[in-house]
T-cell receptor, first 112, second 112 residues
Framework: DAEITQSPRHKITETGRQVTLACHQT?????MFWYRQDLGHGLRLIHY???????NKGEVSDGYSVSRSNTEDLPLTLESAASSQTSVYFC???????????FGPGTRLTVL | QKEVEQDPGPLSVPEGAIVSLNCTYS??????FMWYRQYSRKGPELLMY????GNKEDGRFTAQVDKSSKYISLFIRDSQPSDSATYLC????????????FGQGTRLTINP
């Protein structure tokens, strides 16, 4: 069965370190998205991609970067982790168009 | 002001009650409206999907969209303890703009 996976599921890191969160989908979807979820804010879009080599900034992109070298993967990098980036991160993918987004299980990141 | 507003609750009701969840939005360009359900420590899953104004029914769930009032609703009939989750509304303009804008989510508890 097709799926979307995220790793690691939990991560504790220190302020200033570089962190990369992995997202892998087997649906062959063109669209991939990264969100963070915080109390009182719901899901906020960090970065998104409509295909290989395409990346776009979302609502809260400062301090984050992504690259899309193939269809299946969209890793999210925190260049220099800050305590304000402590959050739950969700990756999602969808077919082209205003279609259902399929979400991964999430990564809980703590920055100390 | 947020583009999409959703009362975060929490909302607690007895089993069997009718539940009404609502969102308002400010962007009249939104055409596609979705409700996602998120269980604790899981990723969101699509529950209902509606295009433009009108009603859509699926079992115990009914989604309503009133574009003239910029207001969407999700009704749950004969609510069950298994409906206890966070419900997030989401919407998009469609077309080339395929990213979703989410409400903050409403945490719902159905008490046996």
């Amino acid at each position: 069965d097709a799926e979307i996976t995220q790793s690691p599921r939990h991560k504790i890191t220190e302020t200033g370190r570089q962190v990369t969160l992995a997202c892998h989908q087997t649906w062959n979807h063109n669209n991939m998205f990264w969100y963070r979820q915080d109390l009182g804010h719901g899901l906020r879009l960090i970065h998104y991609s409509y295909g290989v080599q395409d990346t776009n900034k979302g609502e809260v992109s400062d301090g984050y970067s992504v690259s899309r070298s193939n269809t299946e993967d969209l890793p999210l990098t925190l260049e220099s982790a800050a305590s304000s980036q402590t959050s739950v991160y969700f990756c999602a993918s969808s077919e082209i168009g205003p279609n259902e987004q399929f979400f991964g299980p999430g990564t809980r990141l703590t920055v100390l | 002001q947020k583009e999409v507003e959703q009362d975060p609750g929490p909302l607690s009701v007895p089993e069997g009650a009718i539940v009404s969840l609502n969102c308002t939005y400010s962007n009249s360009a939104f055409q596609y409206f979705m409700w996602y359900r998120q269980y604790s420590r899981k990723g969101p899953e699509l529950l209902m999907y509606t295009y433009s104004s009108g009603n859509k029914e699926d079992g115990r769930f009914t989604a309503q969209v009133d574009k003239s009032s910029k207001y969407i609703s999700l009704f749950i009939r004969d609510s069950q303890p298994s409906d206890s989750a966070t419900y997030l509304c989401a919407m998009t303009r469609g077309g080339v703009a395929q990213k979703l804008v989410f409400g903050q989510g409403t945490r719902l508890t159905i008490n046996p």
